[in-house]
């Protein structure tokens, strides 16, 4: 299983993830219909977090939903069933990483499906800051960087 990883340093807040996804989804140029979001952070130091469905392990929107809209796929994927989705927005207080998005234009929720497997935002990032990775690397990568900071190297 492969998973989205953000490297937040990496991240220059150009905002095409954002672009890229919404086009990808519903062909128009409009971010606020993307499933990734970019917030900068102001002041100290200045820097740019996209938020994005984590796909988690035991995902609470999916133990919220009184639909079943939301589902674990077998390949580890959060997904929305919109045919049975009455967009009551149970799901947006069940994130905890405030991943899930509704547009006024529309009922349902946006939710990041990982483009089956492809993530768009992926190529597109110029800065390399969102990458789909096997779960072993990012492991791996998590505990270098962890063992580097622990270690007081830069």
Avoid at 18 to 44: D, G, M, S, T
Avoid at 68 to 95: E, F, I, M, P, S
């Amino acid at each position: 299983m492969k998973d989205l990883s953000i490297y937040v340093e990496k991240c220059c807040g150009c905002r095409i993830c954002e672009l890229i996804c919404a086009y990808q989804h519903f062909q128009q140029n409009n971010p606020k219909k993307a499933a990734i979001r970019v917030f900068p952070l102001f002041p100290n130091p200045a820097a740019n977090v996209p938020v994005v469905c984590r796909h988690c392990a035991i995902p609470r929107c999916v133990e919220q939903c009184p639909e079943d809209a939301l589902y674990k796929a077998q390949d580890g994927r959060v997904l929305l069933d919109a045919k049975k989705c009455t967009g009551c927005r149970v799901c947006l207080d069940a994130c905890p990483f405030t991943a899930i998005y509704f547009h006024s234009d529309m009922l349902i929720p946006i939710i990041c499906d990982l483009c089956d497997g492809d993530p768009v935002c992926v190529k597109w990032c110029p800065t390399k800051a969102l990458r789909f990775t096997p779960l072993s690397v990012i492991g791996q990568e998590r505990r270098v960087r962890t063992a580097t900071a622990m270690a007081g190297e830069p």
